[in-house]
């Protein structure tokens, strides 16, 4: 069984460039989250895709977007990127979305600096 | 709104002494407990949760945790730590009725194991 895995894993851009971050999820699991983690802080909820819909947002701006495509799998992409958007960014996997019985599977991250 | 304290941001400790990881919440509604923990480069892993019943939980690794819902804590404890527990742990909560089941979690604490 493959586990969540994210690429790239390491990235440099530039403020105001975009970004996309790619997961894949854990086989059968329909569900992906996304977090940010900046250094030094735990993570923040970004948001959800739950069967190719958004399932739910956390307090980030509109120039943070995602997309969930039938198999599954995940974006998230940053627009007009700041040089806070500087974290590790992790995306989590579960079999639903919910939170008592949903276990989230975490990838290794991505590693995005802006310069 | 739900907020995670995670009370010391580093603890250091000796090889095979006891140790805890203190950790509170606030919520006024009923909330799902975990703990997480991240090795240097990778992403976040489950050592163990509270959903409901008895309030002290054993997870992976050696480590156990007790839910204490007057004093509203989740305290981390193992009785005899080895070098390799050396990481960063996260305490985290979830809403008992999220529709996403996302986890919010404390700012983490830096377990150093000497030797």
């Known amino acids: 069984e493959t586990g969540v895995t994210q690429s790239p894993t390491h990235l440099i851009k530039t403020r105001g460039q975009q970004v996309t971050l790619r997961c894949s999820s854990q086989s059968g699991h329909n569900t992906v989250s996304w977090y940010q983690q900046a250094l030094g802080q735990g993570p923040q909820f970004i948001f959800q895709y739950y069967r190719e819909e958004e399932n739910g947002r956390g307090n980030f701006p509109p120039r943070f977007s995602g997309l969930q495509f039938p198999n599954y799998s995940s974006e998230l992409n940053v627009n007009a990127l700041e040089l806070d958007d500087s974290a590790l960014y992790l995306c989590a996997s579960s079999l639903g979305p919910g939170g008592k019985v949903n276990e989230q599977f975490f990838g290794p991250g991505t590693r995005l600096t802006v310069l | ?115």
């Open chain 2, 1 to 115: 709104a739900q907020s995670v304290t995670q009370l010391d941001s580093q603890v250091p400790v000796f090889e095979e002494a006891p140790v805890e990881l203190r950790c509170n919440y606030s919520s006024s509604v009923s909330v799902y407990l975990f703990w997480y923990v991240q090795y240097p480069n990778q992403g976040l892993q489950l050592l163990l949760k509270y959903l409901s019943g008895s309030t002290l939980v054993k997870g992976i690794n050696g480590f156990e945790a007790e839910f204490n819902k007057s004093q509203t804590s989740f305290h981390l404890r193992k009785p005899s730590v080895h070098i390799s527990d050396t990481a960063e742990y996260f305490c985290a909560v979830v809403h008992g009725s999220s529709n996403t089941g996302k986890l919010i979690f404390g700012q983490g604490t830096t377990l150093q194991v000497k030797p």
